[in-house]
C-alpha cells in the first residue's frame, strides 16, 4: 500500500538524499533559479544588506541569500537548515551552514544584524511559533532588521487523497499532473519495489501556520520584534512579508544550548 506522509523534516532529508539541482532545496518549483534570485534580490533590498552586517538566514534553501551576501562582501554570512542532508549539501558550495531549528538555533546572543526567515515559518507547528520568534529576537542585535516572508493568511489545499494501489495512485497522478508526473513516481516505485523499501510518498507543501497580518504582528511584538512595514507577498497570493526591527529594550533570557 502507498501511504502519504507530512513530515516536513522527513521530505527534506529524502530530498537532500537524492537532489541532482541543489536550487531542489529551494522548493520553487518550475522557474526555480528566476524566482529565488528575484526573490532573494528584493529581501537585500528590503534589509538594506551592507558590508558591516552580519547575516543570519534561517532556512537558506539552497544558500541564494548566502552567495549574494558573500558577493556584497558582508562581515559574516551563516545559514540554517533543518536537517544535516541539507547541510551537507550546502556546505559543499563554501557556506557556513549549520543544523537548526526556528526554535533552537546553535548561535549565540546577539550575533546578527540581519536575521532573515523567508518561506519557512509558515511550516512550523502553532505551538512553536511562539519559542521561534522569542529565538530570532534573541539572535539579534539591538535595532537588527529581521525579515520575516511568506507568512500565510489562510491554511493551504487539503492533502492529497491516499489509494490502496499504485494503479490507482499513477493513475490520479496522470489526470491531475500529466505525464512527468505519472513518470516521474513510475521510476519512484520501481525503486521502492527493488530495494524493498516501504512505498511512502511525502509532501512538503503543507502549511502548520497561517494568520492574518495583525495577528501575526501581535504574536512577534510579544517577542520583542517592532514593525517596520509590512506587504503582500507577489507569488504566490495570500502571504505577506514583514520587516521587523528588534526593540533595543528587549533583553533575552534564553541562551544557546551548552551542547550546541
Known amino acids: 500500500m502507498i501511504t502519504r506522509s507530512e513530515d516536513y523534516i522527513e521530505y527534506c532529508r529524502e530530498l537532500a538524499r537524492n537532489v541532482r539541482d541543489v536550487q531542489d532545496l529551494a522548493l520553487r518549483g518550475k522557474n526555480k533559479r528566476d524566482v529565488t ?3 532573494h534580490e528584493a529581501i537585500v533590498r528590503e534589509v538594506g544588506l551592507s558590508a558591516d552586517d552580519d547575516l543570519v538566514d534561517v532556512g537558506c534553501g539552497d544558500g541564494t541569500l548566502l552567495r549574494m551576501a558573500q558577493s556584497s562582501g558582508t562581515a559574516s554570512a551563516v545559514g540554517f537548515l533543518a536537517t544535516e542532508e541539507e547541510v551537507a549539501v550546502v556546505r559543499r558550495l563554501g557556506f557556513n551552514v549549520h543544523q537548526g531549528f526556528t526554535d ?3 548561535i549565540a546572543d546577539e550575533s546578527a544584524s540581519v536575521v532573515v526567515c523567508n518561506s519557512v515559518l509558515l511550516i512550523v507547528p502553532l505551538d512553536r511559533m511562539a519559542a521561534s520568534l522569542g529565538e530570532i529576537c534573541r539572535i539579534a542585535k539591538p535595532q537588527a532588521r529581521i525579515y520575516l516572508g511568506e507568512i500565510p493568511v489562510a491554511p493551504g489545499p ?11 495512485t499513477l493513475s490520479y497522478l496522470y489526470r491531475r499532473y500529466g505525464l512527468r508526473t505519472w513518470f516521474g513516481m513510475l521510476r519512484r516505485m520501481a525503486y521502492w519495489k527493488l530495494t524493498a523499501q516501504p512505498m511512502v510518498i511525502r509532501s512538503g ?20 520584534l517592532e514593525l517596520v512595514r509590512y506587504w503582500p507577498h507577489e507569488f504566490p497570493a495570500g502571504r505577506y512579508n514583514y520587516l521587523f526591527r528588534k526593540n533595543a529594550s528587549t533583553v533575552s533570557d534564553a541562551r544557546i544550548p551548552e551542547s550546541a
Open 205 to 224: 507543501a503543507s502549511i502548520s501556520f497561517y494568520a492574518q497580518p495583525q495577528e501575526f504582528i501581535a504574536m512577534a511584538k510579544l517577542a520583542g
Open 104 to 106: 533552537c538555533l546553535p
Open 37 to 39: 534570485q528575484r526573490i
Open 158 to 168: 487539503a492533502p492529497e487523497p491516499e489509494f490502496n494501489s499504485a494503479r490507482e
